[in-house]
């Protein structure tokens, strides 16, 4: 069975930085073929994605950022701890959401898009970015 922990958020002021944790389970980094990557749901808003990684068995998988993030996230992996993680710089407001950690078998970043058809979540960890 496969589960996702995340861990890492909290309350951080504009302009700080946090890093999220999301260990996973049920599944192989540099082995199994899964990806792997992070969304955000703000209030009232809709699930989306941030940051995903293509591959967890690739030594160099290919990167998506989404817009919104590009240049203050750094998305990256420890595969000895089947962990992946988000570093978050440069924070704003409007990055406040619950943040969840997701994981699809297959490789590829195309998914990052597409929320609503995955099926492996962890339970979210909220970051809240005061003004």
């Known amino acids: 069975e496969v589960q996702l922990v995340e861990s890492g958020g909290g309350l951080v002021q504009t302009g700080g930085s946090l890093r999220l944790s999301c260990v996973a389970s049920?599944?192989?980094?540099?082995?199994?073929?899964?990806?792997i990557g992070w969304f955000r749901q703000a209030p009232g808003k809709e699930r989306e994605g941030v940051s995903c990684?293509?591959?967890?068995?690739?030594?160099?998988?290919?990167?998506y950022y989404s817009d919104s993030v590009k240049g203050r996230f750094t998305i990256s992996s420890d595969n000895a701890k089947n962990t992946v993680y988000l570093q978050m710089n440069s924070l704003k407001p409007e990055d406040t959401a619950v943040y969840y950690c997701?994981?699809?078998?297959?490789?590829?970043?195309?998914?990052?898009?597409?929320?609503?058809?995955?099926?492996?979540w962890g339970q979210g960890t909220l970051v809240n970015v005061s003004s």
């Open positions: 990684l293509s591959s967890v068995s690739d030594r160099s998988p290919i990167k």
């Open positions: 997701a994981a699809t078998g297959g490789t590829g970043t195309s998914w990052c898009q597409s929320p609503r058809f995955l099926q492996l």
């Open positions: 049920g599944f192989t980094f540099d082995v199994d073929d899964y990806a």
